[in-house]
């Protein structure tokens, strides 16, 4: 059974349209993968100049304020500017981090781009990809490969570490080995991301329409059977989740666009010494965070430093001052401390814990949205949907879906 979750137990992370904590840039359509399930077109406009890129963010700049900006695509290590765009970013005030797929990524760009100012990577790596010379048929076989770029990263230093992977119901149950991994790893794996498959089948029940005219995506978003049949929720997640860590409890989340107890955007932060989980961020925590960071910063908070991330005994502690929610934390920091006092010295981290659930669809058609979404891109000078991309490309215009009759 899914897990039974209330959103009103969480805090409702304050980011909105144009005060968030991540913008979405998209430098090129280009990639050298093929993820099973992709709805970016393989056969887009290719490579933006460095000029339409410094104009996206000017864009940004004028509309809307982030703590991070995602460079995505395509892979945007294809992309032949991506040097110069991470220093742009980090010269014009945001955190550039870098979504790929790990494939170009050697040391001698690592180096480049640690120079240029890159903040973090997030390597999307799950079994819908056919990488070349890697045989993994599972999520769990795939931690090698994630543990590969964890080190890498580590051995450059000061780089922030996050993994995601596209959870389909073939593979929901596959969860709780990247769970446990990266517990093991809490060291060097500062963030997981799970985002479910889009809704599987657009349409089965709906009728698309553009301007009152009906449509077809074609190829686009089709449903490959590596998708499955069914669409998971967030509670689909989560109940995998407990059952490699009994503790997991969120603190926080962004709801849908068509229902505020969707859960879209769905944040847990454990903190973990000595491989062993000690307990969960409560609300309380991370609504302090959030507004403090803002206070001081004017922006709110999406990622972490790495040596912030290693404070989990110091989180445990001040956060039990404040939420009693955090004192079985701290009494089992001080626990395994007791049991081996040599650990006093060792320091416990911060991990999180993200849960996407994409768009999915109401009985009437409502396309229940993430609701501030994060992702947010610049299409011809205008904020839009990252993941609907192709619909203004495809039509001009976003699609409807109506209940066929």
């Known amino acids: 059974m899914p897990a039974t979750l209330n959103h009103l137990n969480y805090y409702r992370l304050p980011w909105n349209y144009s005060d968030n904590g991540i913008s979405w840039l998209e430098p090129t359509t280009d990639c050298n993968l093929r993820c099973e399930g992709c709805y970016r077109d393989p056969s887009g406009p290719g490579h933006k100049t460095l000029e339409e890129v410094r104009a996206d963010l000017e864009v940004f700049k004028r509309l ?6 995602s460079i995505a695509g395509g892979d945007p290590l294809v992309y032949p500017h991506i040097v110069e765009t991470v220093r742009m970013i980090r010269e014009m005030g945001w955190k550039p981090v870098v979504n790929t797929n790990g494939l170009a990524l050697d040391k001698p760009m690592l180096k480049a781009l640690k ?7 997030t390597f999307h790596i799950d079994t819908s990809q056919k990488r070349p010379k890697v045989k993994a048929t599972t999520e769990r076989e795939l931690n090698e490969l994630r543990l590969h770029f964890a080190r890498m990263l580590d051995e450059a230093g000061g780089i922030s570490c996050s993994f995601n992977a596209t959870i389909t119901d073939r593979t929901v149950r596959e969860i709780p080995d990247m769970v446990r991994w990266s517990q093991q790893h809490a060291d060097i794996v500062h963030t997981m991301v799970f985002i479910l498959f889009r809704s599987p089948d657009l349409t089965g029940e709906f009728d698309l329409v553009v301007n009152g005219e009906k449509v077809s995506f074609g190829e686009t978003y089709k449903n490959p059977e590596w998708g499955g049949q069914r669409p998971l929720m967030a509670a689909d997640a989560v ?30 932060n454990r903190i973990v010494h000595q491989g062993e989980v000690l307990g969960y961020m409560t609300p309380r925590i991370m609504e302090i965070i959030q507004t403090f960071t803002h206070l001081f910063t004017g922006t ?13 005994k110091l989180t445990a502690t001040v956060g039990s001052l404040i939420s009693t929610g955090m004192w079985p934390t701290l009494y089992r920091l001080i626990k395994s401390i007791v049991k081996n006092p040599k650990s006093i010295v060792r320091p416990a981290y911060v991990q999180s814990m993200m849960i996407i659930q994409p768009v999915n669809f109401e009985p009437d058609g409502r396309q229940d949205m993430c609701d501030s979404c994060p992702d947010i891109t610049v299409h011809e000078g205008q904020l839009v949907w990252s993941c609907r991309l192709e619909e203004l490309n495809q039509f001009g215009a976003f699609v409807t879906t109506v209940p066929k009759k």
């Open 64 to 69: 809307r304020k982030s703590d991070c900006m």
């Open 115 to 121: 120079e240029a100012g890159v903040f973090g990577f």
């Open 239 to 268: 109940e995998q989740i407990r059952g490699a860590d009994p503790l997991y409890e969120p603190c926080a989340y962004l709801n849908g666009t068509a229902r505020p107890d969707s859960l879209k955007w769905l944040l847990a």
């Open 300 to 312: 709110y908070l999406a990622y972490a430093t790495p040596k912030s991330t290693s404070r989990g």
